[in-house]
């Protein structure tokens, strides 16, 4: 399946504030409103522009809004943003709900058809407030209903009533979230890479759907951050999860990133971003690792990928199982870590004769700077499992 790089940059910006944390406003009247939010929006590398805006505290419309980041030659249209409900609190102001209008975008062959967003519980913070966090615009839960991409008006994927729950940190508190997406749905006959086409055949997955579900925390003060859950499923095939904690992601951090950023799209094209490169590669050195984990639950998947195998081969799923049990500790020696080769190998053989879990897990004695990540993986890659304390499992 082919859609061009722009339709995709499109299709971000036209959800950047669902997947970005909003920035407030302070004004009572809907200029003064929508000028705030401009300002804001503009600290996080986003521009938004707008032709008109009217109403009043229960209902403030801006017509003709515009999006574009650093890098976008052209803003993206996205119609009418609707706030409603504005009242006072601390100096700033609460939105009941802040919306989208449902749009469409096209290019050449590809369509996207995106739902009205809606985000409840905005709230505004004061422009002058002492507190760091009072730069950011908090919301208490976002939804979209769906999310569609055709191509060549054909349905290629789908996605249904997502969501994203926020509880603000209050009194040092981490923030938490959660969010989930009930159903997506993709073609894949719209592969057009033919060796990937003839896989997908041989498997059954012409037709894929299932389900995401995600979780976390932040902590804003040291820069805590802990994605708990990211589930994604595949109905009839198997759930990839993954874990991630690391430190070190601050307000600060933040700040300094999204101005890195922006110096980088703002070169010309063509033009040598090695300085910018180092200076990123630097700021990345003030997190730590503090652990990670990557899992696949097995849902029939394993069984078609062996028995596609075996038939492409004339043999029988299970020789297929044995020759993978032979060949993984000549391949897993290369590590040089006896001791994680073993792991690895018994992990394999219980999943192969027994397919329901197989995971990955990092969990050093103490965080590691990224900083030593990276060099360890320059300087001595054999070492650095060991470092990061990596395990394998199956069928915990």
Same mark, same amino acid.
């Given at each position: ?133 009072a730069s950011l615009l908090m919301y208490d839960s976002a939804q979209i209903a769906s999310v ?91 759930? !990839? ?5 690391? *430190?070190?992601? +601050?307000? @600060?951090?933040? &700040?300094? %990133?999204? $101005? ?43 069984g078609k990928v062996l028995a596609y195998v075996a038939k492409q081969q004339s043999m029988q ?17 290369? !590590? ?5 080769? *073993?792991?690895? +190998?018994? @992990?394999?053989? &219980?999943? %192969?004769? $027994? ?32 470092t990061l304390g990596v395990t394998v499992t199956a069928n915990e």
């Open positions: 399946m082919t859609i061009h790089r722009p339709l995709f940059y499109k299709l971000a910006f036209s959800t950047i504030l669902f997947t970005l944390p909003l920035h407030g406003a302070y004004a009572q009247d809907a200029n003064a409103v929508a000028e705030r939010f401009k300002e804001l929006l503009a600290a996080q590398s986003v521009d938004l522009n707008w032709s008109s805006v009217s109403g009043d505290a229960s209902k403030m419309v801006f017509d003709g809004v515009t999006f574009s980041a650093p890098g976008e030659k052209e803003p993206f249209p996205i119609g009418k943003l609707t706030f409603e409900g504005v009242t006072e609190e601390n100096g700033g102001y609460k939105v009941d709900t802040v919306s989208t209008e449902p749009y469409h975008i096209t290019e050449d062959k590809a369509v996207i058809d995106v739902s009205t967003m809606t985000f409840s519980g905005v709230k505004l913070p004061a422009a002058n407030a002492a507190d760091p966090l569609g991409v055709k191509v060549a008006d054909k349905q290629v994927f789908s996605l249904s009533n997502m969501n994203i729950e926020v509880t603000p940190p209050v009194d040092d508190k981490p923030m938490e979230f959660t969010g989930s997406a009930e159903k997506f749905t993709a073609d894949l006959t719209a592969v057009e890479d033919p060796q990937s086409k003839v896989i997908i055949d041989g498997l059954g997955y012409q037709n894929i759907s299932g389900n995401l579900e995600m979780a976390g925390s932040w902590q804003p003060s040291d820069g805590r951050m802990a994605l708990s859950q990211y589930d994604i499923t595949v109905d009839n095939a198997g759930t !990839l999860g993954m874990k991630f904690d690391f *430190g070190g992601y +601050t307000l @600060a951090f933040v &700040k300094s %990133l999204q $101005d890195m950023q922006k110096k980088m799209a703002d070169q010309p094209a063509g033009a040598d971003n090695s300085t910018q490169g180092l200076a990123m590669l630097g700021l990345m050195q003030q997190l730590t690792f503090h652990g990670a984990n990557i899992r696949f639950d097995d849902d029939s998947l394993t799923p299970k020789d297929i199982a044995n020759q993978a049990k032979a060949i993984v500790p000549f391949l897993t020696a290369q !590590l040089n870590n006896p001791e994680l080769s *073993g792991q690895i +190998t018994a @992990a394999v053989n &219980k999943f %192969l004769d $027994d397919p329901k879990s197989l995971a990955i897990t990092a969990t050093p004695a103490s965080p590691v700077p990224f900083a030593m990540i990276a060099a360890g993986a320059m300087s001595a890659p054999t070492e650095l499992p060991k």
